[in-house]
């Protein structure tokens, strides 16, 4: 749409929405309850299947007692590895878009047990509640191996993984010489920084309604994911479906933060059920089992730093060890990012996995990036009192320009001044840099910042628009709408491009009969889908303007699409914009009754091939610390994000809210608690796996930075979901530090680690 | 979840005479605990008596100057009762702080009393308890333990009771007021939790069929010298890690009465006469509070993951009591009075 | 833990509970359903009665979404059976308000971006409804508190808060 107006003339136009702050097109639905998720597509004659999960580690099922849950009336069928019938038999047919390397886990398909509340078996009944009932009475006997889930004894078993997943980079080779450069160096820090597991818990649990349409028809599988196309292909793989059997529906996503990648687990159950026998059937998970699948991993990472007198950064070595499955190898970008984000000459990055008996560990909100950050840095923070410097300054002093991992310069980073508009709006002068020297009634107060990068990453997606003679634009792509603003976004870009009112533009997603998307995830939905819709509006437009240009009288006749503009519902001449036809005339006009467009947007590899692409951020942090009693409250954060062109700063600002949130949650709170002895973890709930609430939330503040990109997509989106976390957790632990004096570095923030 | 039958009796003898006659049964008020525990299969009763239609839900003044609160009148009503604000502060705080508004409009006051451990293993079917199963043995004693007892705890079990209501009725001194087909009976609140011992399965000492039908409150409500201090892993829904229920009569600067309790601490709401009579005569002061908590903390435990809490309590007793006597107290309670971590 | 006793999974099975025609009285209708008492009031609204705007984010009153209004006031229906809300008023997000007119807190939810997912929104709009009933939450501090018993994942409380504030402030005017 840049191109359609060049040079647009001055006054602001009607049709203007990208950039523009404009609330949810979906807000109506979500806020009447009208908005339909997985769980609530209530098809006539649905059976209710209801997982029960291994409670031991590993080992292998001797014996399920079915038949005494079968003889309970209104009970269907128990599904377990005994009775599944033939499957596809290889690893590729298992395999998702977002799966790791390795070999995936295979629901129902043997007797051997991997990973504490593994799926076992899907009992299936005529009611929810005697589903439940069954589940809860089926007596399995196992043989009991031993078993080991605790990455600390793993901390000699750690191996460097061959086989990533899609967008996996192995660290970069060393540069320089850090070893000596880091002896030499007059200021030095070196600390490990810990983390357990951390679970996405969306408010959503997951959940797959599969309709059955009837023998050789199709099934309706509505699925909690982020990806339908992707639980698609997983499906129809698997049961030797094609795409018209398997048609997956998602049209509201109850949250997802990567835990819907990959295809659960439920998904797969619905079906074979569904396809077993021939009924509809729903399969939900309980709050409990969403424990049972993927995670942040737990990570050890060790960090060691050098500064000169100056504070130039001399040396820089940062490792990590995270734990993976026995079946996959998860890898996440976790060091990477340290190679990158400051100016030093002499870089040292490892990265390595450990196995242990637990589920494969999945992205989660900022996979990679979360972790890495919060260990570099929080020893930034250290080095710099060592070196005597405020940690901005630091920061500053240390300013990479070019992305010296890749030998590359930036597309654009906009870094700087998100440390300077950051600064200026938190106060961060009237910071005194002694620990424990600030006060206010009578608690600590810490002020404490930190920074973080994130991949701007377009990936190619495909879309459809169709305008019709009542001059309503409907334009659709299979994306997700996973709580980020994708219909909204979607719906202003479209109505912009074709100068429509945003009433008359509908957005539609979350099917795979429309035109294939990538899953959500990588904060690459706004490029990536953007791209399409702008694409393939620009592609309807044309042919809007050849028919605009047949009507009678047309003043457009002979100009070309460059010289005209869509604004305020016309097509007006560039050159005289009293010139003009009213778009909702032209199918009319011409006797049409719609015009249809499908098209796609893919990255332009030449033009961005030289370039780093990244987001960017810095976070600023004011804790309050009873000292006494140990208690934090984080009362007040300023995010300031440099990630392109924001769409709309509405929803793009809630985005980063929510970010800041969960960094609050993963300073302080969050952590799943195993139990290494039964290979379990325990703090399974919502009651104990605390995420914040909203009284341990106050004063958030978000700061957008201009930043013009022209390399990274033509809307110059870098994508807003996931930078915002970045530094969060770091800031708050360093906020922590610059309150009391101590440094904590193993998360989250608790009581007993401040008192 | 158990299948089951359910019945609303109007009568507390019909009642107590049907979960006589069921012992398969459980009362249920509010439902908040039960139909939660046996959405886990932990409980799992064949029928349910439902206390709703009985005539429990009063709240009024006694003869003798006390309040009786009726076992099912809801959390809520109670903390925002007229008499219960003006009169017992401490309750209203205390009841505040635990849950969450919806919870508390459905937790009714006898079901506080009788709500479970919220121990990890006691609620997890995969791991061996010998509250849920007596025998199987303590999966918390070497597992993990960060929510569990430091004080009166037993070989067999080292869990919790979870109820903040319950701290703030022990200080005050409440009393239990039950019926069953042998009458009506009066158990002090001191007496009506139980340590685990080596019947870690018995949470109190309600005989079998025993319905609670009301609380009373003693005349003294202590409402001019009272906190609820609760520490939580987050501000507001969240079961306390210690908590304290402080209250305190002053003739100037001297101490003429004292209570104080903890929750979060062991399988009762903890309370000691030696650590009160410490307080009592003394002057205010915090060399006075430090004695006292740590009387009140005499013999505790701590195991991998709780150990903290035995200097944690002690320094949160010193608080409330700070706060319960305003003494040089600077600190901005009222920014954050209900949201506490 | 290889000394502990392995705890007893399966359990004999018991008879089943018949269901029953069951009356409730939901957004000022009458509703009558067939289910048996293990039926909670959740699983009625959303499985037998098509009313899925009450969410199920944890069956455990762990998180707030199921929130609906008994006789004004909030619960969590999650915990609830159904045969227990016989003759109760009760309200559930479809009798809050309706697209064609919204409620003032589901339009301040809106214009206040107090939402990403969507998913706790209902439990979000029927908590805050019953708060502004309640009459306690006036300032900012206090709806905090009195709203804590929401969970938001994608953390959009900042937002909320306003919403709420805006109707608060609204209704002190």
Known sequence: ?755 | MNSFTYSPPTAVDAAVRERINRPDSAYIGGGTNLIDLMKENVAHPTHLIGLKKLPLAEIENLPDGGLRLGAMATNADTAWHPEVEKRYPLLNQAILAGATPQLRNMATNGGNLMQRTRCYYFYDLATPCNKREPGTGCSAIGGYNRIHAILGASEQCIATHPSDMCVALAALEAVVRVSSPQGERSISFANFHRLPGDRPELDNTLRPGELITALDLPKKGFAKNFTYLKLRDRSSYAFAVVSVAAALELDGDIITDARLALGGVAHKPWRKAEAEQLLIGKPATLVTFRQAAAELLAGAEGHAHNAFKIELAKRAIVRALKQATEMDYVLDTNAFQNSNP | MSQLAQPTLGRAPVALAPTQPLTLRINGENRTLNVAPWTTLLDALREYLDLTGTKKGCDHGQCGACTVLVNGKRINSCLSLAVMQESEDITTIEGIGTAEELHPLQQAFIDHDAFQCGYCTPGQICSAVALLKEGRGKTEAEVRDLMSGNLCRCGAYTNILSAVMEVVNAQKA
Request: include cysteine; glycine fraction near 8%.
């Open chain 1, 1 to 755: 749409m840049s191109q359609t107006i060049a040079n647009p003339p001055v006054v602001r136009l009607g049709t203007d929405y990208i950039g523009k702050p404009t609330s949810r097109v979906d807000g109506t639905a979500k806020v009447t309850g009208a908005a339909k998720y997985a769980a609530e597509y209530n098809v006539p004659n649905l059976l209710y299947g209801v997982v029960v999960c291994s409670h031991i580690t590993k080992g292998r099922i001797t014996k399920i007692h079915a038949a005494d849950v079968l003889a309970v009336p209104g009970v269907v069928q128990v599904f377990s590895h005994e009775n599944v019938p033939s499957l596809a038999w290889f690893d590729h047919n298992y395999k998702d878009d977002v799966a790791p390397g390795g070999s995936p886990f295979r629901p129902l398909h043997e007797p051997e047990i991997r990973f504490n509340m593994q799926p076992v078996a899907l009992v299936v009944a005529d009611t929810f509640e005697l589903a439940r009932y069954a589940a809860s009475i089926l007596e399995i006997e196992y043989e009991v191996e031993p078993h080991e889930t605790d990455l600390e004894k793993k901390r000699d078993d750690g191996y460097e993984p061959g086989r990533g997943k899609s967008g996996w980079m192995p660290p970069p080779p060393p540069r320089g010489n850090p070893n000596q450069a880091y002896r030499k160096a007059p200021h030095q820090h070196e600390a490990e920084y810990i983390h357990l597991a951390q679970h996405h818990n969306p408010m959503e649990m997951f959940a797959t309604t599969v309709e059955w349409l009837g023998d050789g028809q199709k099934l309706n599988i509505f699925d909690k994911t982020q990806g339908a196309y992707n639980v698609q292909q997983y499906i129809t793989k698997i049961f030797g479906l094609s795409k018209e059997e398997a048609r997956v529906i998602t049209k509201y996503t109850g949250g997802g933060f990567g835990s819907g990648l990959r295809p659960q687990y439920q998904a797969f159950m619905a079906v074979l059920a569904a396809l077993e026998l021939k009924q509809s059937v729903r399969v939900s998970l309980t709050r409990q089992q969403m424990f049972s699948f993927g995670h942040r991993p737990h990570t050890l990472q060790y960090v060691k730093l050098a500064a000169d007198d100056n504070g130039t950064l001399q040396a820089l070595h940062h490792s990590a060890l995270a734990e993976t499955s026995q079946f996959e190898d998860f890898t996440e970008n976790v060091v990477n990012w340290s190679g990158m984000l400051y100016q030093c000459e002499n870089v040292k990055l490892k990265y390595q996995l450990a196995k242990a008996d637990v589920f494969s560990p999945l992205d989660m909100r900022a996979p990679g990036a979360a972790t890495g950050s919060y260990a570099l840095e929080v020893a930034m923070d250290e080095l710099a009192y060592k070196a005597g410097i405020d940690p901005l300054q630091f920061r500053l002093l240390n300013y990479a320009d070019r992305d010296q991992n890749a030998d590359k310069p930036f597309s654009s980073k906009k870094l700087r001044e998100c440390y300077h508009q950051g600064a200026a709006k938190f106060g961060w002068d009237k910071r005194n840099p002694k620990p424990r020297s600030m006060r206010k009634n009578g608690k600590l107060v810490g002020y404490g910042m930190a920074t973080g990068v994130w991949d701007a990453t377009q990936k190619k997606a495909a879309a459809k628009a169709c305008f019709t003679a009542d001059g309503r634009l409907t334009v659709s792509s299979a994306s997700n709408d996973i709580g980020t603003g994708t219909y909204t976004i979607m719906t202003q870009i479209a109505a912009q491009t074709l100068g429509l009112p945003l009433e008359a533009v509908t957005f539609v997603l979350g099917d795979t009969n429309l035109p294939e998307a990538p899953v959500q995830g990588g904060s690459w939905t706004a490029a990536s889908v953007g791209s399409a819709v702008e694409a393939v509006c620009q592609d309807l437009g044309k042919s809007l303007l050849k028919l605009a240009q047949k009507m009678d009288d047309s003043p457009l006749k002979g100009v070309d699409f460059e010289d005209v503009q869509f604004v305020n519902g016309l097509i007006r001449r560039n050159d005289d914009i009293q010139q003009s036809v009213v778009i909702r005339d032209v199918l009319q006009a011409n006797g049409e009754k719609e015009l249809t467009a499908e098209s796609g947007a893919a990255p332009d590899m030449m033009k961005q091939m030289g370039y780093s692409m990244h987001a960017h951020n810095a976070v600023f942090v004011e804790v309050q610390v009873d000292e006494e009693l140990g208690t934090l409250h984080v009362t007040r954060v300023v995010n300031a994000v440099a990630a392109g062109r924001i769409l709309n700063p509405k929803t793009a600002r809630s985005q980063v809210l929510g970010s800041i949130v969960w960094g609050i949650g993963m300073a302080l709170m969050e952590e799943t608690i195993m139990d290494h002895g039964f290979g379990r973890f325990m703090n399974h709930n919502l009651a104990e796996y605390h995420i914040p609430v909203m009284a341990d939330i106050h004063d958030l503040q978000v700061v957008f930075v201009e930043e013009e990109d022209e390399i990274v997509n033509p809307l110059g989106v870098k994508g807003i979901g996931e930078v915002g976390l970045l530094g969060v957790a770091a800031a708050i632990s360093n906020a922590a530090f610059h309150a009391t004096g101590k440094r904590v570095r193993d998360l989250p923030v608790l009581i007993n680690k401040l008192m």
